[in-house]
């Protein structure tokens, strides 16, 4: 259920739909999961006229798609309010009676992105857009009963346990850029559907359409059923393979002789899209899928791209594959 807080000439419904203010400024922070970050703000006026920091009414929200927040904090002098999963992580650093800054403690992997701050004194006003960044990857994702079968929570759902979170439109834009192409339409942080195309063809979209992101728009988060395009970042441990033709029983528990975990499909994706990880056998995943990462194509090994080669998720009781290993640093 949405929240929605009123101040005087002041209010804000913590999911809601609004129209952007032109940004007076714009800045970049790179940090990492756990990081403790500060969001600069600050209002620019006259310093001849000042009315002090209780007058400062100032608005922190997270922009999520072109038309689309979400409430991080309000506040108006000695009036202070933060929402759902930035309390008690989040306060503004007030260094002076201009200053809105917000400090963010133990950074995670949702709070990346896009966000605004509003600040006024009744005089004057600004709006800044602050984005946090974080190099990552995007992944197609699916469940074992096929394509197609995930409502939105269903997808969040799935991302989680995946240790990702569901990608973002601008995260989505920016692996497209970066060569992903996938015919499966998949659904985005913001509720939309779509599906990245680099090279197109007669079953995705058409032949003679131009490449870019192919788009179903907003749908219906409880009954529609798509994929999910799924993004997390670099992990402080390894990936590793173990040799064998073994059930899914047997790969667990030889990655547990080995000191590791089962590795997950976003472990496969990051050790492959950020470290040039190469393997070209197949293994059982801990989802209880079997991938292959190929950052070198090669005839026998994904000849015609770079890519996490997926086999499917076949019976486990079968021997036929090695196992991928996660070994997280101590």
Not at 44 to 55: E, L, N, R, V
Not at 182 to 189: D, I, Q
């Amino acid at each position: 259920m949405p929240i929605l807080v009123k101040w005087p000439n002041l209010a804000f419904d913590n999911a809601s739909h609004l129209s952007l203010h032109p940004f007076s400024e714009s800045h970049q922070i790179f940090a990492r999961v756990g990081d403790n970050i500060t969001l600069p703000c600050r209002l620019k006026h006259d310093p001849s006229f000042s009315f002090g920091a209780s007058s400062n009414r100032i608005k922190w929200s997270k922009l999520e798609g072109s038309d689309y927040e979400i409430g991080v904090l309000l506040s108006m002098g000695l009036h202070k309010v933060t929402f759902g999963r930035f309390q008690k992580r989040i306060h503004l650093l007030e260094a002076d009676e201009n200053d809105a800054s917000l400090l963010m403690t133990n950074t995670e992997l949702k709070d990346f992105g896009f966000y605004k701050c509003e600040i006024s004194n009744g005089m004057h006003d600004s709006t800044f857009e602050v984005e946090i960044q974080m190099q990552g990857v995007v992944f197609p994702y699916s469940p074992h009963l096929g394509r197609y079968n995930l409502n939105f929570h269903d997808a969040e759902a799935a991302c989680l346990g995946q240790d990702a979170v569901v990608a973002s439109f601008e995260q989505l834009y920016q692996a497209w850029k970066g060569g992903l192409d996938w015919c499966n339409a998949g659904w985005l942080s913001d509720g939309t559907v779509q599906y990245p195309i680099t090279r197109p063809r007669e079953p995705c979209g058409g032949r003679r359409t131009d490449a870019g992101l192919r788009t179903y728009g907003q749908q219906n988060k409880f009954s529609s059923r798509f994929d999910v395009f799924c993004f997390t970042v670099g992990f402080a441990g390894h990936v590793f393979f173990v040799d064998g033709k073994l059930t899914y029983d047997e790969a667990a528990e030889a990655c547990l002789a080995g000191g590791a975990e089962m590795a997950k499909v976003s472990h496969v994706f990051a050790a492959w899209k950020l470290q040039g990880y190469d393997h070209c056998d197949a293994g059982w995943l801990a989802d209880g899928s079997v991938r292959y990462p190929i950052s070198r194509p090669r005839m026998k090994c994904s000849p015609a791209e770079a890519a996490v080669r997926f086999v499917g998720f076949p019976d486990k009781k079968l021997q036929l594959y090695g196992a991928y290993c996660y070994q997280a640093q101590p």
